[in-house]
């Protein structure tokens, strides 16, 4: 194990001590040898003080601090990513769990191509009592990707599968970490980062990982629309712009691909659960994301009981797009067979 590089894994947590075990464990029982865990305690007001006690005596690889005052998110992340002196780190959130062979097959891709500022594969969604549910996946046939391809896909959003990464450790001081990052979409923004600061990535069509997906039975997650459209703008206006303009790119199409985001969250602003004060900073903030006579139309027949039809045809494009995700990945899958065969 002494010619085996460490490899960091590092868990932030806040108030989830019932995913610990998992979480947790999951990262002290990789297939490879030479793993250290580090665990950032947002001074969670549960038990996983105690929890982290005894998985502290399990497993001796792992360093667990617990914060006198809560941080907030970003700055619980920051602090632990800092941890380590390791030239591989592990982000996992502590409701996530990666699978035995995450380190054993995620390494080698970054050594192998150390223009990568990050690795990342397909995952598992698991719902919040660890029961399966779809396979998130990246429709892309190249394990490499470069800074430059990086930068103009995110364009078009989030092109990783879960915010579930290992990372190169010298790219992480090198975009400021999760610094002056917007809610919501701080992963995102690091995404984009990377790709600015000329860090490519390596993805792995293999299922390496269980991520979380809460379901949303008080009906909540729309109620934040208005910090995720404060965070997209700001991603586009402080990360994306400014990466093209440094490279002399045409922005024409960041300016259509925000007209476009625009019209997609449209018909979510208008349903009944907003207020009137809610859905008028909600109707500024999508003409500040992407103005267009299109998005005045969209806003006038969804206020006019249209938004069920936009709604639904949403819903089965974003099916659709998994449903291909799906189809090209067992098509990849057998063509490797096929040349390896």
């Known amino acids: 194990m ?9 868990l932030p947590t806040y108030n989830q001590s019932q ?15 030479n793993v250290e865990v580090w665990v950032s305690d947002d001074a969670s007001t549960d038990e996983t003080p105690e929890v982290m006690a005894q998985l502290c005596q399990q497993f001796p690889q792992v360093r667990y601090y617990r914060h006198p005052k809560n941080l907030g998110m970003a700055a619980n992340n ?13 982000r996992l959130d502590s409701d996530d769990a990666l699978l035995p062979n995450y380190v054993e097959t995620l390494l080698p891709l970054l050594e192998k191509h150390p223009e990568a500022g990050y690795a990342h594969s397909a995952v598992q ?5 660890s029961n399966n549910r779809d396979v998130r996946r990246i429709a892309r046939q190249h394990e490499f990707q470069s800074a430059d391809d990086s930068l103009r896909a995110a364009v078009f959003g989030v092109k990783v599968a879960a915010n579930i990464a290992m990372f190169r450790a010298e790219a992480l001081p090198a975009v400021r970490f ?36 809460w379901t949303d039975a008080k009906n909540l997650r729309p109620k934040r629309k208005n910090i995720e459209l404060q965070g997209c703008i700001r991603v586009f206006e402080d990360s994306i712009l400014p990466g093209f303009k440094r490279r002399g790119w045409d922005t024409k199409v960041i300016e259509e691909q925000r007209r476009k985001l625009a019209l997609r969250h449209t018909a979510y602003c208008y349903r009944p659960l907003f207020n009137e004060v809610e859905r008028t900073e909600l109707i500024a903030l999508l003409k500040e994301l992407g103005d267009s006579p299109a998005l005045r139309f ?6 006019w009981g249209f938004r069920p039809v936009f709604e639904w045809t949403i819903s089965m494009e974003l099916r659709l797009k998994g449903m291909v995700k799906g189809w090209l990945s067992t098509l990849q899958s057998y063509l490797r067979s096929q040349t390896a065969g």
Do not use: H
């Open 19 to 33: 995913y610990l075990w998992e979480s947790v464990g999951s990262a002290c029982r990789q297939t490879y040898p």
């Open 78 to 90: 920051n602090w632990v990513l800092k941890q380590p002196n390791t030239e591989f780190i592990v």
């Open 2 to 10: 002494q010619d085996m590089k460490p490899v960091a894994i590092c």
């Open 125 to 129: 969604e698991i719902d919040e009592r």
């Open 178 to 213: 999760y610094e002056d990052s917007p809610d919501f979409v701080q992963d995102y923004n690091m995404w984009v980062r990377m790709a600015d600061a000329g860090y490519g990535n390596v993805y792995a069509n293999e299922i390496l990982a269980r991520y979380r997906v």
């Open 298 to 303: 969209r806003m006038f027949l969804s206020r």
